[in-house]
């Protein structure tokens, strides 16, 4: 409905995250991607094994691409599936690309997220009618009782019937993506963090570029510090060529036009400014982040820009080919009590809720391996209970072997604060 049919759709290699800062996101991406081609495998979904390159072309990148090797060796990637080539070596494997030196990996897919997600909901529901799915509705508010028995009611409104709602239960996983933050103040729990927002926004390749590569082609970010790549040139599932995303800073999880953004301009600045934390306030207004915001407004407001930033490794692209917008989408990144961005995922667990934070990127990719681990910890702490040992067996997703199951539970190993 949103998120999930609004991303770049890749099933993400595991080389561009530190093995030891960014731990969960580099397995949660290398067990991902076999997670996802057993399913789409089983599930006649396409899943495009098309693999990636990412180019250098100064030294500064250079360096950053072998980190980048050894990163994905440290991170479960073996010899084969991740290579260095020289210029020389590239022109064979793709010869409209420009760059000094690449990074092969084959261990890179695309899919259809949004088509994966409508079938999942299909299974998941099935005969039994077990689960039911929620759409176009908002979340006023969450109670959480404790007499004369714990017990959770959260309060939604319909929009399609314009009624109020409750739901009861005992234990909330709150997974609400850009929205993760205002649920979590809906429960009064006290957080370090501010949520900041960015519109990833992509533009379509005409058909006349559709074997210009046979890779999607990344570039070394030039903004290191911050989690955001460079807008790439990607292959969709569907075989369409775009340059995208970019990071454009808006100011609502829904900001894709100017009136959302306007609306949403002067609450977002107040909440961020109230708290007067004097180093949120000077991460916001660095030099580093105001160069960062110019270049990705610049390329919002500027095609040439955006292709342009692209063009510098595949020269034979014009910007006067591309005259249509893809589908953009919004992502939100936290910022602690220091200023910091944080970088990895945050699980907060609170009496009988357990909130995820700051889940995004390679977050599609990892959906499966996270949501296996969160489910082993919650069993560990006797939070939920199993009461059937073979209740995976008589699942639609038995095409999961053990060991990849087995690896959630011991390789992914997630700190509940």
């Not at 100064?58 to 479960?76: R, V």
């Not at 992509?202 to 970010?221: E, F, M």
């Not at 060529?241 to 100017?258: D, I, L, M, T, W």
Request: proline share 4%.
């Amino acid at each position: 409905m949103h998120t999930s049919s609004r991303n770049t759709g890749k099933v993400h290699a595991p080389f561009i995250y530190n093995p030891e800062k960014k731990k969960i996101w580099a397995k949660a991406a290398l067990y991902g991607y076999n997670f996802w081609k057993k399913y789409c495998q089983a599930n006649n979904i396409l899943f495009v094994e098309d693999g990636v390159i990412e180019v250098a072309n100064d030294e500064k990148a250079l360096s950053t691409l072998s980190q980048h090797l050894e990163w994905g060796i440290k991170n479960g990637l073996d010899e084969k599936e991740i290579i260095m080539m020289d210029e020389k070596e590239i022109s064979i494997f793709e010869p409209n690309l420009k760059c000094q030196s690449a990074i092969l990996c084959n261990k890179d897919a695309s899919v259809n997220y949004g088509q994966i997600t409508q079938r999942l909901a299909t299974q998941i529901c099935g005969e039994n009618h077990q689960v039911t799915f929620i759409t176009r509705s908002k979340v006023l508010n969450i109670k959480n009782r404790s007499d004369p028995s714990p017990e959770i009611i959260l309060e939604y409104i319909n929009l399609f019937e314009n009624k109020i709602k409750e739901i009861k239960c005992d234990f909330l996983i709150s997974a609400a993506g850009s929205n993760s933050i205002n649920i979590l103040d809906m429960t009064k729990t006290i957080h370090q963090y501010c949520d900041l927002f960015f519109r990833g926004e992509y533009w379509i390749a005409p058909p006349k570029y559709n074997k210009l590569t046979n890779h999607s082609i990344y570039s070394v970010p030039e903004f290191q510090q911050f989690p955001f790549l460079d807008p790439h040139w990607i292959i969709r599932a569907n075989g369409n060529r775009e340059v995208g995303p970019n990071a454009c800073p808006v100011f609502s999880p829904y900001g894709y036009n100017k009136i959302v953004n306007a609306r949403e301009f002067l609450p977002k600045i107040y909440k961020l400014m109230k708290g007067k934390n004097n180093k949120i306030i000077r991460t916001l207004f660095s030099t580093e982040m105001l160069n960062l915001i110019y270049k990705e407004g610049l390329s919002s407001i500027s095609k040439k820009y955006m292709i342009n930033r692209v063009k510098k490794f595949l020269p034979i692209i014009e910007d006067r080919d591309f005259r249509i917008r893809g589908t953009a989408g919004i992502r939100s990144n936290l910022i602690d009590k220091e200023g910091n961005f944080v970088m990895n995922p945050i699980f907060m667990l609170r009496n009988n809720m357990l909130h995820i934070l700051n889940y995004n990127s390679p977050g599609a990719t990892g959906a499966f391996p996270i949501s296996y681990s969160i489910i082993f910890k919650l069993l560990q702490r006797g939070i939920i209970k199993n009461d059937r040992e073979d209740d995976h067996k008589d699942t639609q997703l038995a095409f999961f072997d053990q060991k990849l199951i087995e690896a959630c539970k011991y390789e992914i190993d997630l700190d509940f604060i």
